[in-house]
């Protein structure tokens, strides 16, 4: 599975930003897609995820400002970023979480950087 990530830049505060995740398979065929932020030698965590079904989890940090989609004829996956905050500067990378026959499988989109100035 490819992730193609786009979409970062840099805004100001208040500002939004959509960022996009371009699957190379059916969206369906994955189990769940997430959006992770990281700062450089520091852990990912999770903003936002959608799963086949089309449920959705979003950090508490981001929720209500920050909307997770996806279009399922473009296999692309959205994140809608509203109302950006200083502390909202990461690089984001796109994550497709698939499980066959019990083993999961993780594959990474490259990271697309989104800085929010004050």
């Known amino acids: 599975v490819q992730l193609q990530a786009s979409g970062g830049g840099l805004v100001q505060a208040g500002g939004s930003l959509r960022l996009s995740c371009a699957a190379s398979?059916?969206?369906?065929?994955?189990?769940?897609i997430g959006w992770y932020r990281q700062v450089p030698g520091s852990h990912r965590e999770l903003v936002a995820k959608?799963?086949?079904?089309?449920?959705?989890n979003y950090a508490d940090s981001v929720k209500g400002r920050f909307t997770i989609s996806r279009d399922i004829e473009k296999d692309t996956v959205y994140l809608q970023m509203n109302n950006l905050k200083p502390e909202d500067t990461f690089v984001y990378y796109c994550n497709a979480e698939m499980i066959r026959g019990g083993v999961k499988f993780d594959f990474w989109g490259q990271g697309t950087q989104v800085t929010v100035s004050s």
């Open positions: 398979i059916s969206i369906f065929s994955i189990n769940v």
């Open positions: 959608i799963t086949s079904g089309g449920n959705t």
